[in-house]
């Protein structure tokens, strides 16, 4: 069966570190994979998408990289603050490009 | 401002009756989405719909029914066959084509009493 797995468990870093996230599915062979930030008692908030032929890709303190033979997708925040305090969600498209699956997300805690 | 508006934000039922939860967006957005969060089960998607007049089953729609008359509107009604209705309900929406990136609004909280 199809599967995507986040750590379920919260991680806890130190401000100003880098914060490593990951997400791994299997029985999938998605084109695209995105990622969102959602607070809680909020909307999740897109953050990244990054396509099967691109390895990695920025956005000001966030990377994405996107391995399609370990089928799994890391996110990193650098340079953390408080702020990034969240929980982080990967989504991958499904159905013939119609829908998109969810993680069960990893919340993040930046410690000052 | 463009965006998709939801309510109620809190919602509470007993159990039994039929509830009817609002979501409209101003994106101009063909397709929409209806998801339920439950603690630690992430996102799980009702319906979906791509056009207006049609739509979709997700994983979980047992229970659940839409409509979709207006292309700025899809409602959700969370029907008494609903084993378990309580729940945080997320709406979306995204544009045709392949990237489907979902724009959320600010979900409805439903406690069934």
């Known amino acids: 069966s199809q599967k995507i797995e ?11 570190k880098t914060a490593t996230l990951t997400c791994n599915y299997t029985n999938y062979s998605p084109a695209y994979l995105q990622w969102y930030r959602q607070d809680p008692g909020r909307g999740p908030v897109f953050l990244l998408l990054i396509r099967e032929n691109e390895k990695e890709k920025r956005k000001e303190r966030l990377k994405v990289t996107f391995d399609t033979t370990l089928k799994q997708s890391l996110f990193h925040i650098t340079a953390s603050q408080p702020a ?11 159905g013939g490009y119609q829908k998109v ?6 919340k993040l805690k930046v410690i000052p | 401002d ?9 919602l509470f039922r007993k159990e039994g009756q039929n509830v009817t939860l609002s979501c409209e967006q101003n994106l101009n957005h063909d397709a929409m989405y209806w998801y339920r969060q439950d603690p630690g089960q992430g996102l799980r998607l009702i319906y979906y719909s791509q056009i207006v007049n049609d739509f979709q089953k997700g994983d979980i729609a047992e229970g659940y029914s839409v409509s979709r008359e207006k292309k700025e509107s899809f409602p959700l009604t969370v029907t008494s066959a609903q084993k378990n209705p309580t729940a945080f309900y997320l709406c979306a ?19 069934v009493l």
Do not use: H, V, W
């Open chain 1, 101 to 106: 699956t969810f993680g069960t997300g990893t």
């Open chain 2, 2 to 10: 463009g965006g998709i508006t939801q309510s109620p934000k809190y």
């Open chain 1, 84 to 94: 990034d305090s969240a929980t982080y969600l990967c989504a991958l498209l499904s």
């Open chain 2, 93 to 111: 929406s995204s544009m045709q084509g392949t990237e489907r990136i979902q724009f959320f609004g600010p979900g409805t909280r439903l406690t």
């Open chain 1, 6 to 16: 986040q750590n379920s468990e919260a991680l806890n870093i130190q401000e100003g």
